[in-house]
């Protein structure tokens, strides 16, 4: 019973994680707001408030996922990241588009870690969390699969209209909704230890700031969050100034995924031959070293560390998310 309560859990996450990652808009993201009128630096104060959103509301929505549920926290995410993108469907200038990313910023934060933590207690439930990695490797390579396919149709869709992408995600994610119904909420591993809110809140906070092994890995997630963020939202300039036509957009932006595929699908191996140590030094060295380079040899040879900054990508999700399971 528990065995097939864990493998539908894990088919129907599968699922999940590839409707996620049908964000047809993300390839042509930045014309679709240089059309509305946004200059870069608008689009960086977009992302700055949208990541701030993110900051803001990630410790209480996670307590949300520990107290009510594993289950409920991913279908209001989803639920919530559908209001996003009608919002932006039909947003037209800097305003309206700071409320939808606050939206997505929220929708964001309601699914993750509460993703994570519902397939590591679901394998732990049939006590096989130690194929976490390998699970969590292929739900990310499934990502960036469906990532690749959205961005080659949404490169397509853009040359009739950028805003008709929206229009799709925003279907897509009422389905994401739907999928995050059939979960079945597996046994939580966590021990509450205080039945308020509020209080539980609070010591999130403590345990945050007080283990040192998880103190360091949030950190580090969050600098490489912020080195992907700022660099990936000039990907689409970059591309452009080398002159590449927008319907190619999207072929280009799905050959991103293929690195991200390979690097996600063999992370539980690479990992288990570098350990832990290792694998956050080959993270951290590879991105710094990419960006640098890709600064030196702009257009063709920059393509070149796109990808390897892509690769690391896929390779330090499930790995970090192991880890930090793993230190809670």
Same mark, same amino acid.
């Given at each position: 019973?528990v065995?097939?309560?864990?493998?539908n859990?894990?088919?129907?996450?599968?699922?999940?994680?590839?409707?996620?990652?049908?964000?047809?808009?993300?390839?042509?993201?930045?014309?679709?707001?240089?059309?509305?009128?946004?200059s870069?630096?608008?689009?960086?104060?977009?992302?700055?408030?949208?990541?701030l959103?993110?900051?803001?509301?990630? *410790?209480?929505?996670? +307590?949300?996922?520990?107290?009510?549920?594993?289950?409920? %926290?991913? /279908?209001?995410? &989803? =639920? @919530?990241?559908?209001?996003?993108?009608?919002?932006?469907?039909?947003?037209?200038?800097?305003g309206?588009? *700071?409320?939808?990313e +606050?939206?997505?910023?929220?929708?964001?934060?309601?699914? %993750?870690? /509460?993703?994570? &933590? =519902? @397939?590591?207690?679901?394998?732990?439930?049939?006590?096989?969390?130690?194929?976490?990695?390998?699970?969590?490797?292929?739900?990310?390579?499934?990502?960036?699969?469906a990532?690749?396919?959205?961005?080659?149709?949404?490169?397509?869709?853009?040359?009739?209209?950028?805003?008709?992408?929206?229009?799709?995600?925003a279907?897509?994610?009422?389905?994401?909704?739907?999928?995050?119904l059939?979960?079945?909420?597996?046994?939580?591993y966590?021990?509450?230890?205080?039945?308020?809110?509020?209080?539980?809140?609070?010591e999130?906070?403590?345990?945050?700031?007080?283990?040192?092994?998880?103190?360091?890995?949030?950190?580090?997630?969050?600098?490489?969050?912020?080195?992907?963020?700022?660099?990936?939202?000039?990907?689409?300039?970059?591309?452009?100034?080398?002159?590449?036509?927008?319907a190619?957009?999207?072929?280009?932006?799905?050959?991103?995924?293929l690195?991200?595929i390979t690097?996600?699908?063999?992370?539980?191996?690479?990992?288990?031959?570098?350990?832990?140590?290792?694998?956050?030094?080959?993270?951290?060295?590879a991105n710094?070293?990419?960006?640098?380079?890709?600064s030196?040899w702009?257009?063709?040879?920059?393509?070149?560390?796109?990808?390897?900054?892509?690769?690391?990508?896929?390779?330090?999700?499930?790995?970090?998310?192991?880890?930090?399971?793993?230190?809670?």
């Amino acid at each position: 019973m528990v065995k097939d309560l864990t493998s539908n859990n894990i088919k129907k996450f599968y699922a999940f994680s590839f409707l996620r990652e049908l964000l047809f808009i993300v390839p042509v993201i930045v014309l679709f707001w240089q059309e509305n009128g946004l200059s870069l630096t608008k689009i960086m104060i977009l992302q700055a408030i949208y990541t701030l959103s993110i900051a803001i509301f990630e *410790v209480p929505t996670g +307590v949300f996922a520990d107290k009510i549920g594993r289950k409920q %926290s991913i /279908a209001i995410g &989803a =639920f @919530v990241l559908f209001l996003a993108a009608v919002v932006y469907s039909f947003g037209h200038n800097f305003g309206q588009f *700071v409320i939808a990313e +606050v939206i997505w910023g929220l929708g964001i934060t309601f699914t %993750s870690g /509460a993703d994570s &933590a =519902f @397939v590591y207690d679901t394998l732990k439930q049939s006590k096989k969390e130690n194929n976490f990695k390998k699970i969590w490797g292929n739900s990310k390579s499934l990502e960036y699969f469906a990532a690749g396919t959205a961005a080659i149709i949404g490169g397509f869709i853009a040359t009739y209209s950028l805003r008709l992408n929206w229009v799709l995600v925003a279907i897509v994610m009422l389905l994401l909704f739907f999928v995050s119904l059939t979960f079945h909420e597996p046994k939580h591993y966590k021990k509450l230890k205080q039945k308020n809110y509020w209080s539980h809140t609070i010591e999130c906070f403590k345990e945050s700031f007080t283990n040192k092994n998880l103190l360091f890995l949030l950190l580090f997630g969050s600098l490489l969050s912020t080195m992907w963020g700022i660099a990936l939202w000039f990907y689409q300039p970059y591309m452009k100034q080398s002159g590449l036509a927008v319907a190619y957009f999207g072929l280009v932006w799905a050959s991103f995924s293929l690195f991200s595929i390979t690097g996600s699908k063999y992370a539980h191996k690479i990992e288990e031959k570098l350990k832990e140590k290792l694998s956050l030094w080959l993270i951290i060295i590879a991105n710094i070293l990419s960006l640098i380079f890709m600064s030196y040899w702009f257009i063709v040879f920059g393509f070149i560390f796109i990808f390897i900054q892509q690769f690391i990508r896929g390779f330090a999700n499930p790995v970090l998310q192991d880890y930090t399971n793993k230190h809670l």
